[in-house]
């Protein structure tokens, strides 16, 4: 708890002081809020600084505050960003609607804390729509009912009520739509709504006029009442069931942003820091810089990216590597936001906050996919700009026809042809099909440990039939751990581990901490050692127990002239599998023996050979490109079943490989993790970075694998090619149901069957069409990745 109180302000003559949360210049005696801390009052500008500093004070009082406003500045000196989520090219600071089609702008976040305004507005513009609409309906729908309304008030009444109640919908509810409309229009951009805002401005204006100006009709179009046909329920009908879709629409986007606020619910709110006081108290998470002391107790949650400092404990890392079992942390090991501390409690120094953590990275690359467009999508914008004008002409052609040809009242039948015309061909199934599905998809493979930064990168692993592979920390653990122990004749296992581990736990050789994991693991007691030497490209020297142990490879060995010839060919067979062989040797009364070898090796993946076979089955070639030697390349490479090795390759030399594949017209995916593999990650036409490896391979590569192993390629895979599928079924629904529509809309059935469509009836159908778009792109949520597929 805070040594805190709340008090009153004293009827003392007038002064100032600074509110240390905002700057303010507070004047003292006002009844201001107040609070003491540590012995001193401070005095605020109104309740919410006062919480904000009661809530943390040393934030506000060590700088850290002021620190935290220069760091958001530089990382957002605009403000958040909002993009177009049908144009994502489309990107400003702040709020506002998009110049292309005139859709309201969204957080480029993906999520936001704030109300989805649009969804509100356009939930209140469907209900005025509907409540409109059923009246409307009763009014025109009674009569072929047995429900006489129209007889009950008077044909001139009714046409006057359906006017009123037309007219809110039309003018104030559908504003949206024309405005989008005309920004259509004004940008040459055509789209739906152009569609809309024709079809929905032609039937109002035209009955408006019916309306209230009928004497510039011929009386041989008006009825046995007298009046002229009015359409003002169409209008409004089309306006509810174009609202009815967006709103499913809008909804729908809504849950597509379940991953990312399930990932967002991994960090806590809160973090408890020590300050270099040694005060410890819960502080509000985005409070937290780098360099801040935090304790982690047992059971909560690691609260942003740091190291241990002291302490330790077990912590489930399966946010970052997939994996269930908890891994040990000490003094000097990373931790990662998000992560769950297990049993024990430990200090850690933040050194990645806010923006920078693993998690918020995670967050970015997935809401950042969800705005990306595959280049199908081009297909699809190309076309709709050809549709709209061909939907135009096609509408005039049949007002025109009819007009001529038409049974009478020919103008009247020529109207609804030609209005339903423009509405069924709104194509807002078309503008639904690709963006549904990808952002459908890219939850699912978040859900699933594949992070999808682009959904170009998607939509080419799908034909990807070439994939280059790094060997360490891709097709092996990455991480070298002894293999073989071969004692010579006359020793044994323990005694030669025993000796090689005491020598090692002085060296600081890449290949010591497996030699002492392994005697550990064994449980084997070492003793001291003396005048510990590391002689350079050879190995180490110490005395051990009065006698010089030399432990390194075959040319140190044997200049101590010990005969090395008993495990000569088990020391060849080793290297041959591309393991290190290193020899022990120990010296006693001027004479060197042979106690044995230990061989390490980076190990094989276990899944690895079963997910390169999976691989080979779908028809992928597997190219490995490593830096490592040529005999350990092939070695690993024979174990696998991989088809083409390139040993001892640079960062350069990747990249090349990469681009000598494509300009050989292969389609080449690239999957490594280190720092060395950036460049041919960016160069692939699809990037897959394992999640384990290096920040900067993650940002290069297109897709993250957060497992980090060739299981998730397929994984990937099977979400690319079902994604893919599903757009192409979208597009296919789409553009056929356009197809038909149309011609059926313009009355192509009326000579044979007598059949034509009404605005009504063309508006509820574009709706469904809609619908039917979004419901198969929400089927990609169940998609069943492990198995290849549903």
């Keep these: 708890m805070h040594d805190t109180a709340v008090r009153p302000a004293e009827p003392t003559a007038e002064t100032t002081t600074t509110d240390p949360v905002c700057g303010m210049s507070v004047p003292l005696g006002r009844g201001k809020p107040s609070l003491s801390y540590k012995g001193t009052d401070y005095h605020f500008c109104s309740s919410g600084c006062h919480d904000r500093f009661e809530g943390d004070p040393w934030f506000y009082l060590s700088g850290n505050s002021a620190r935290k406003k220069a760091r958001d500045a530089e990382q957002s000196p605009g403000g958040a960003l909002f993009s177009c989520p049908m144009d994502p090219e489309i990107v400003q600071e702040g709020p506002g609607t998009c110049p292309i089609c005139g859709m309201a702008l969204e957080p480029m976040s993906g999520v936001s804390d704030e109300p989805n305004h649009e969804l509100i507005d356009f939930g209140r513009r469907l209900r005025v729509s509907a409540l409109a609409a059923v009246p409307l309906l009763i009014l025109t729908m009674g009569p072929m009912l047995g429900v006489p309304v129209r007889s009950w008030i008077g044909e001139g009444l009714a046409i006057y009520l359906e006017a009123l109640l037309a007219t809110p919908v039309v003018l104030w509810a559908a504003q949206p739509f024309f405005r989008r409309g005309w920004t259509s229009l004004v940008t040459r951009k055509f789209n739906m709504w152009t569609l809309i805002m024709i079809g929905v401005g032609a039937a109002y204006l035209y009955s408006m006029v019916a309306a209230f100006l009928p004497f510039l009709f011929p009386e041989t179009l008006k009825g046995g009442s007298g009046h002229m046909p009015v359409y003002f329920e169409a209008a409004v009908v089309i306006v509810a069931l174009v609202f009815v879709g967006q709103v499913l629409e809008l909804r729908a986007r809504e849950r597509t942003g379940d991953a990312i606020r399930a990932l967002l619910d991994l960090a806590p709110k809160t973090a408890r820091r020590i300050t270099p006081a040694g005060d410890e108290y819960d502080a509000p998470l985005e409070n937290i810089l780098a360099g801040d002391r935090l304790r982690v107790r047992p059971g909560e949650a690691v609260p942003v990216d740091g190291v241990v400092v002291d302490g330790g404990s077990s912590v489930d890392e399966s946010l970052v590597t997939g994996e269930p079992v908890p891994v040990e942390k000490a003094s000097g090991d990373k931790v990662t936001g998000g992560t769950l501390n297990k ?14 953590t693993m998690l918020s990275r995670i ?4 809401s950042s996919a969800q705005r990306s467009r595959a280049p199908i999508q081009g297909l699809a914008d190309r076309v709709a700009t050809y549709f709209v004008p061909a939907v135009v002409g096609a509408a005039v052609l049949a007002f025109a026809v009819w007009l001529a040809v038409g049974p009478s009242p020919s103008l009247v039948h020529a109207i609804i042809a030609a209005v339903s015309v423009l509405i069924i061909a709104c194509p807002c199934a078309l503008g639904l099909a690709t963006p549904m599905s990808i952002m459908t998809a890219t939850g699912r493979g978040a859900q699933a440990g594949v992070l999808v930064k682009t959904a170009e990168a998607l939509e080419r692993l799908a034909s990807v039939d070439t994939l280059v592979i790094d060997k360490t920390g891709t097709l092996t653990e990455g991480k070298p751990s002894v293999s073989e122990v071969v004692p010579a004749p006359g020793s044994t296992e323990d005694d030669l581990l025993r000796l090689a581990a005491a020598l090692e736990k002085g060296s600081e050789h890449p290949l010591a901490e497996s030699i002492l994991e392994e005697a550990a693991r064994r449980g084997l007691d070492l003793p001291e050692t003396n005048g510990f030497e ?5 190995g180490v020297r110490a005395l051990v127990e009065g006698n010089e142990i030399l432990f390194g490879n075959a040319a140190f060995a044997a200049e101590t002239g010990a005969d090395l010839s008993d495990l000569a060919d088990r020391a060849g067979e080793l290297a041959e599998l591309g ?8 010296k006693s009364g001027g004479t060197a023996q042979l106690i044995g070898l230990v061989a390490v090796a980076d190990p094989v993946k276990p899944n690895a050979r079963a997910a390169i076979d999976a691989l080979h089955e779908d028809g992928i070639r597997i190219v490995m490109a ?8 092939a070695a690993v490479a024979g174990a696998l079943g991989i088809d083409e090795v390139h040993a001892g390759v640079l960062p350069a030399g990747k990249k090349q490989l990469i681009e000598d594949l494509r300009a050989g017209g292969r389609v080449v995916a690239m999957a490594g993790d280190g720092v060395n593999d950036a460049p041919a990650l960016a160069a692939a036409d699809v990037g897959l970075a394992m999640g384990t490896g290096a920040d900067v391979a993650v ?4 897709l993250t694998l957060l497992k980090g192993d060739l299981e998730g390629i397929r994984r990937a895979r099977t979400l690319a ?3 893919v599928r599903n757009i192409r079924q979208n597009l296919f629904f789409a553009f056929v149901y356009n197809a038909v529509g149309v011609p059926v809309a313009a009355g192509l059935l009326y000579p044979v069957f007598g059949i034509l469509l009404s605005p009504m009836l063309a508006a509820l159908a574009m709706s469904l069409s809609s619908i039917s778009v979004v419901g198969n792109a929400l089927r990609l949520r169940g998609l069943d990745l492990e198995k290849g597929g549903r």
């Design 579 to 586: 393991k290190t062989v290193m020899h022990l040797v120990r």
């Design 626 to 633: 490593t830096g490592d030697a040529p005999r350990t390349a």
């Design 721 to 723: 090619r079902e994604t």
């Design 363 to 366: 967050v970015d690359m997935v």
């Design 343 to 356: 049993t024990g409690s430990f200090v850690m120094e933040a050194k990645l906050v806010g923006a920078d």
């Design 699 to 702: 940002e290069s590569a297109g």
């Design 534 to 538: 590391a002689v350079t490209g050879k």
